[in-house]
């Protein structure tokens, strides 16, 4: 069995990302729809560079200095019930996901879940950070320097964002894009992988997080968390003794995850 899966992909500012984010994709067998949040450098530009190339759309969404994640998730939900898709993914430029597999790709995996019967599948985040020891990795080579890592499990599960494309809308926003919510949801019980680059330095955390503004309601609901009042005084660095050492996706270990990142102000 085959489906033809596609990546949802809601940017800003991920000039660092975007080109190897979309390259990853397409390699997994998937199709990428870039929804651009106003990004002011190069994002929207390089990933037209990928139109017709993996890439099947690219829109601009209105930004007005705000970062409204629940608009930008209600726009995925529009998009996953017009697209000619038999899979949907939520995805952000930050993340690498991959099956639980090396032998088999995404869309592979979810070729596999649907004949099993599943219509939804969860990912297993991993998040990679810089060390005491390597602080600094904003270059285009970071997902070969930066190799340390913690499993960050908050509830289970957490990144339930893919599914079989459903009869009626599904509901992405109530949960953040954390888990997508329809009728008769069954999910496959496998975990996949998502490898997260949460920052890449104290400076890249800066202009990542630094600037960002986010919807009062939002916050108002406990979205956001440490996001919305970030100081680069919050970021910890751990040691490398601390974290686990990146060798293959298939050896990444799961066991003991943290709640918590290593930023003082709390979870998510």
């Not at 509830?155 to 992405?172: G, Y």
Request: net charge negative; proline share 6%.
């Amino acid at each position: 069995m085959t489906v033809r899966a596609v990546a949802l992909l809601a940017t800003y500012n991920e000039e660092r990302f975007i080109a190897g984010c979309i390259e990853h994709l397409v390699g997994q067998g998937l199709h990428v729809y870039v929804i651009d949040n106003c990004s002011t450098d190069r994002t929207a530009e390089i990933a037209e560079r990928y139109l017709n190339r993996g890439v099947i759309g690219i829109e601009t969404f209105p930004r007005a200095g705000l970062f409204v994640l629940r608009d930008l998730l209600r726009r995925k939900e529009e998009l996953a019930a017009t697209l000619d898709a038999d899979w949907f993914m939520h995805a952000d430029a930050d993340e690498i996901r991959v099956s639980s597999c090396s032998a088999r790709t995404l869309a592979q995996a979810f070729a596999q879940a649907d004949d099993m019967g599943y219509n939804a599948v969860n990912f297993q985040e991993f998040t990679f950070i810089p060390t005491r020891e390597s602080p600094d990795h904003d270059h285009p080579r970071f997902r070969e320097t930066m190799r340390w890592y913690y499993p960050f499990l908050p509830a289970f599960p957490h990144r339930l964002n893919a599914w079989k494309r459903q009869p009626e809308p599904v509901d992405l926003a109530t949960d953040a894009g954390h888990r997508v919510i329809f009728p008769g949801r069954r999910m496959y019980p496998k975990s996949l992988v998502l490898r997260h680059y949460l920052f890449l330095s104290v400076e890249h955390a800066i202009r990542k997080y630094g600037q960002r503004r986010h919807d009062p309601v939002a916050v108002a609901n406990g979205w956001h968390g440490w996001r919305e009042r970030f100081t680069p005084e919050m970021i910890e660095l751990p040691s490398q003794t601390e974290l686990r050492t990146y060798v293959s996706d298939d050896l990444l270990d799961a066991s003991e995850p943290r709640k918590r990142h290593y930023i003082s102000d709390g979870p998510s």
